[in-house]
């Protein structure tokens, strides 16, 4: 059996919300790739009868327990305090923590002062990890549990963990399992939808656990696996990605990691072309995304920001004629927006977008959330409607994330890449 883990995140700033946690997740992360079993984690504030039950009943459930924050000099910094009630041990002034903290602050000329102690005050039988200026670590043993006491600061966190925690687990806990993992972007379809395809597949993967996280306008779907051994493991993933591809075929973004506009720009290298982008509704919102991506020069030219009637003539030639006849929100101005832009930049795709992003100015027949997305190539230009809902920022989003899915969906389609 693996080794069960729980972590506590310890500090009012976590379960107020002022903070977002960091370290539980890279710990969780970190240790489950290793094939330990995090089986709870649990935050709680700077309270001592708090963090003193969440040791305790912690030490029961769990062979190993991970805990973050509270080890500071300031006044609510109670974790050592804490760990001292819990488990009936004095509070010793370790010298040798003294004397390091000391040298430490010497050799970079920071002055000492006295507060400092406070980090050298520790329980009973602790041992201590390598000190900083003002914050430390250290571990004890109760009962058979192993306690790990780290840093709140994220940066601090980690390199006690990577460099004192995860070797002494890896040393001392040999029996675990090997687990590897797949984070497949999903757009398009919902989260019951995938659900509901995937079912019959994951039968067939005794060991696999699938978990469902919606990142908007994403969905995003984890697929773990435990096997004997790493060769196992990573056949198995494989197989079930050539499910996964087989049952929600192009919805699959990436299952690597990488964005849309990541996969967008290796395809647009991979086939040698490049993409201009005239936005309306977006306001810029599809250039900031391609330009994101380090070496996006290579395939795209520019993005024109034509929110005004005057800039979509100006700039892109839309007739004056087709804006005071169909509107802004049309497909023939839509049109005309991707060929101009395409025209322009002497790119091989011109997109363009344009819609009502709200909350004012729709109406019965172009209500808030329709948007029209064009696409101009070599072979002609297609345009198609959408109606978003949501607010004012994810009718952008979302119109932004379907215009990039789009050139995607056709750098895929080998109809409009013949001939290049």
């Known amino acids: ?29 970190r240790l489950s790739a290793l094939g330990f079993s995090v089986t709870r984690i649990v935050f709680v504030g700077d309270d001592l009868k708090s963090i003193r039950s969440a040791l305790k009943e912690a030490g029961k459930r769990a062979d190993i327990v ?30 040798g923590l003294q004397e ?92 019951t939808e ?9 039968k067939a993967f005794p060991t696999l656990t699938l978990g469902y996280y919606p990142d908007f306008p994403e969905l995003l779907v984890l697929a773990s696996v435990k096997a004997g051994k790493t060769k196992e493991a990573d056949r198995l993933l494989d197989r079930f990605g050539e499910k996964v591809a087989e049952v929600l075929g192009r919805h699959v973004i990436s299952d690597n990691g990488l964005t849309l506009e990541e996969v967008l720009g290796e395809l647009l290298l991979k086939t040698k072309q490049t993409l201009a982008v005239a936005e309306s509704c977006t306001g810029g919102l599809i250039g900031h995304r391609l330009t994101a991506v380090p070496g996006s020069s290579a395939y795209f030219d520019r993005s024109l920001v034509v929110y005004s009637n005057r800039a979509k003539k100006e700039l892109l030639g839309v007739p004056a004629r087709v804006l005071s006849r169909y509107g802004a929100v049309s497909p023939q101005t839509a049109r005309y927006m991707a060929e101009g832009v395409r025209a322009k930049s002497k790119t091989d795709w011109g997109l363009a977008v344009t819609g009502i992003a709200g909350p004012g100015g729709g109406t019965p027949e172009k209500p808030v959330g329709m948007v029209w997305i064009a696409l101009a190539y070599k072979g002609g230009c297609f345009c198609e409607p959408y109606l978003f809902r949501g607010n004012r920022a994810q009718i952008k989003i979302m119109t932004a994330q379907t215009a990039l899915n789009r050139v995607r969906e056709c750098l895929l389609d080998d109809t409009h890449l013949s001939g290049r």
């Not at 069960?4 to 370290?23: F, M, P, R, T, Y």
């Not at 400092?116 to 039988?125: D, T, V, Y």
């Not at 043993?141 to 994220?154: C, H, N, V």
């Open 194 to 202: 995938v659900e509901e395809k995937l079912a019959e597949e994951v």
């Open 1 to 29: 059996m693996a080794a069960k883990i729980e972590i506590i995140g310890i500090g009012n700033e976590l379960i107020h919300g002022s903070v977002a946690d960091q370290n539980t997740i890279y710990a969780a992360a």
């Open 100 to 191: 390091e903290l000391r040298r430490y602050l010497d050799r970079r000329d920071i002055p000492w002062d006295p507060v400092l102690e406070k980090l050298a005050w520790l329980p009973q039988g602790s041992e201590v990890f390598h000190p900083r200026p003002k914050t430390c670590g250290f571990m004890l043993t109760e009962k058979d549990r192993t306690f790990f006491f780290l840093p709140g600061i994220p940066e601090e966190m980690k390199r006690v963990l990577d460099r004192r925690v995860i070797p002494y687990l890896l040393q001392h806990y040999t029996e675990r399992d090997v687990i590897r993992s797949r984070t497949y972007r999903i757009f398009g379809l919902m989260e």
């Open 66 to 95: 991970l805990v973050s924050g509270g080890l500071g000099n300031t006044g609510d910094d109670i974790t050592v305090e804490a760990v001292g009630k819990a488990f009936n041990r004095p509070l010793v002034l370790h010298k």
